[in-house]
């Protein structure tokens, strides 16, 4: 599967903003997917993922409450709906393939990031 994220921007404190990740391949609805950032100086930590069916998502407790992770299995499209964004959900956020790896997600393949900032 490729992946290609978008629809990163600069957004002030406590707005929204929704990613996409446009995928292509014969596996994409056989896949679960996720989504992670990476803040300036930071390492990359897991923000959401979603079962291949849809029907289970999984948070990072940063992020619970404000984000919705969500899936068109149809269009090839993952999404990631963010709200009441902070000054420090500023990041670029990766799209990616993932499995389940004990109790984490590893991201499997990776889209290129795109760049959210949210200023105060």
């Known amino acids: 599967v490729q992946l290609q994220a978008s629809g990163g921007g600069l957004v002030q404190a406590g707005g929204s903003l929704r990613l996409s990740c446009a995928a292509s391949?014969?596996?994409?609805?056989?896949?679960?997917m996720g989504w992670f950032r990476q803040a300036p100086g930071k390492e990359r930590e897991f923000v959401a993922a979603?079962?291949?069916?849809?029907?289970?998502?999984y948070y990072a407790d940063s992020v619970k409450g404000r984000f919705t992770i969500s899936r068109d299995n149809a269009k090839k499209m993952v999404y990631l709906q963010m709200s009441s964004l902070k000054p420090e959900d500023t990041a670029v956020y990766y799209c990616?393939?993932?499995?389940?790896?004990?109790?984490?997600?590893?991201?499997?393949?990776w889209g290129q990031g795109t760049l959210v900032t949210v200023s105060s």
């Open positions: 990616a393939a993932v499995n389940l790896v004990g109790k984490s997600w590893s991201g499997e393949k």
């Open positions: 391949g014969r596996t994409f609805s056989m896949s679960h």
């Open positions: 979603i079962t291949w069916t849809g029907s289970s998502t």
